[in-house]
Structures are given as structure tokens and as C-alpha cells.
């Protein structure tokens, strides 16, 4: 593991009850890289992401995030972090600029009221800026957790399905802000079942099944249909799971 390494994974595994959900994964992610994972329903991913954001404690292994164990210090490791999941994080009753407010300021940001703003605008929601999140589309919704999980310009990020309930334009939005961070420097952990989109996005892949990696790979090299056959042998799936 470099010191540069911004994750590093050694025998990561989390359990529940007496089934381990994910195990034995091994995994380095350097300055500006992108990883996409793919699986079938229940192969793991999301816990996989959950233990790579620091946001889930794992049960055997290490892990460490921007250099630390991110059990160990204090929620600074995790703070660093960008996380967009299943469930946006944003608070309900509180309007779109209140959420985003609160989470720049949570991360210690001068000019919130300014930075919220700037991201109202970038992802299209200036017009609702002060209407309660309760009453935003799915869609809505997650265009806003995108700005929340990315507020903070973080150097890691992991995004578990973030293309969930969006538009075309939204989805169109997240692929050119995953691009301008990929050619920032910054890095990103992609959970997806798009498999075309992913190894577009991404620069290598990882395909997970039965909670343990089945095979992983570079992008460049790799064609969306031999991924499919991949898939297919080693995860059970089917062609039609690149379909998003």
C-alpha cells in the first residue's frame, strides 16, 4: 500500500449474524482513479460501498481512507469522504438550500450560503432553492444528495446506483461531474449495473459475487461484451443486466 493510496483495503469483510455479507476483498484506489462494481442483487455491493466510505464498521480486515482508519480518528477520515446511497441523507423538512447549508458548514466551509447556491444552480434546482425537500421528485431528490455527497470537493467518493430515479439530463449531469472530478484528480468508487456506463466511467472494474471478488479488470481492455460473459459465468447473470 503507496502512501499516496487514498483507499486501501486489506481482508475486508463484514458479517451479519453468520452470513458474511462481503468478504476477503483486498483493493488500492490511487490519486484520481475510478472503479466501477458490478453484481448481481445480492452479491454485496452495497455493504461493499458502505465499508469503503467508512460509513459501515467492518467485522475482519483493515481499511484505511485519506491515510487513516476511519474507526480510529475521530470521524475526520469519514468527513473526507463523498457518499450518495439507496437513502439521500437529506433532511426532509428543511429546503433545498437549507440542506445544502448545513452540510457545507458541516464540513467546516467558508461562505455557505454561497457555496449552496453555486450547486443549487449546478445541478438544476435554483427554481425550488427554498421549497421543502418532502415535496421534491425522486429524481429531485437525488440531484440534490449528488451536491451534498460532492459539496465539499471531496479527494474519495463512493456512489452506490447514483443514477437512481434521474432523468436524462440528470443522468447527463452526473456523468460530466464524475468526468470533471476524474480529470481534477480527485477519485470515485462507482456501484452500478449499467455495465457500458461503467466502464466508460471508470478506469478499471470489479465484479463481485457472493460477497467475495469473482474478477476485475481494465476498462480500456475491456468490452462491454465479454464483461456480459464474465458476468454471466461467474456471477450468475444475465446480458440483460448492462441495461441499467
Known sequence: MHAD???GARGLGRQFGALFAVR???????????????GPNGAGKTTLARLLAGSLKPSTGTLRLLGKDPWRSGGDARLG????????LLYDDLTARENLRFFARLHGLSRPDDIAAAWLREVGLEARA???????????QQRLSIARALI???????LDEPFTGLDQEGAALLRRLLS?????????LLVTHDLSQGLDLCDRWLLLSRGRLAARGPSRETSTRSLEQTYAELAGGRGAAHAG
Open 5 to 7: 493510496t487514498v483507499l
Open 24 to 38: 476477503d476483498i483486498d483493493l488500492d484506489i490511487g490519486p484520481g482513479e475510478a472503479v466501477a462494481v458490478f
Open 81 to 88: 469522504i463523498g457518499f450518495v446511497g439507496h437513502h439521500t
Open 130 to 140: 427554498d421549497d421543502p425537500v418532502r415535496t421534491f421528485s425522486r429524481g429531485m
Open 152 to 158: 465539499h470537493d471531496p479527494r474519495f467518493a463512493v
Open 180 to 188: 470533471e472530478r476524474r480529470l481534477a484528480g480527485s477519485s470515485f
